[in-house]
């Protein structure tokens, strides 16, 4: 395909793309004693955790819960911070893909499954027990607490309704 050919295909996919919602409410705005309760929740929460680790664990959460706002924000901080494509794009089949992760990073996908997906049940032992060899127990507070503080911003996100595709990586750090 030629540099021409490319750019008429990408401006036909433009026209063809269904119009971008628009959010319900600014919660950030309305409530923003809330908004920067989680920001400084978030910071804490995040101290010590290794920031890869971090992002894939903030994009398999946002995958679970349907948050598109999250995963377009993540995705771009992991590209940016030097994150793969393929490790990206593997995270919804990570049990299927887990030659692409480490046995401390596939501990992590798991337990934030299980703490993500509570509607299975309590979070099982076995994964607990496999995620504290991997992690001291201080790591494994930090870990999750990060992904309950995730889970909670996936649940702003997506009930509010905030528009994804217009995050800039590191645009709120």
Not at 41 to 56: C, I, K, Q
Not at 90 to 117: D, G, N
Not at 120 to 139: C, I, L, N
Not at 146 to 164: E, L, Q, Y
Request: glycine letters at 2%; one cysteine or more.
């Amino acid at each position: 395909m030629t540099t021409n050919e490319n750019t008429t295909a990408a401006a036909h996919r433009d026209e063809t793309r269904n119009p971008e919602h628009t959010p319900r409410i600014s919660w950030a705005e309305q409530v923003p004693e809330v908004y920067k309760a989680m920001v400084r929740l978030d910071a804490a929460a995040r101290r010590g955790v290794d920031p890869v680790l971090l992002e894939l664990v903030k994009i398999r959460t946002s995958q679970l819960n349907h948050c598109a706002y999250c995963l377009d924000m993540h995705s771009k901080d992991a590209l940016a911070a030097g994150e793969s494509v393929d490790r990206i794009i593997q995270l919804s089949a990570w049990e299927e893909s887990r030659h692409f992760y480490t046995a401390k990073e596939v501990a992590a996908l798991e337990l934030t499954e299980a703490i993500t997906v509570l509607t299975d049940g309590f979070v099982p032992d076995e994964v607990f027990e496999r995620a504290a060899k991997e992690f001291t127990e201080q790591e494994l507070a930090q870990l999750i607490a990060a992904i309950n503080v995730i889970n909670a911003w996936n649940r702003f996100a997506v009930s509010t309704r905030m528009v994804p595709g217009h995050y800039t990586p590191g645009q709120f750090k």
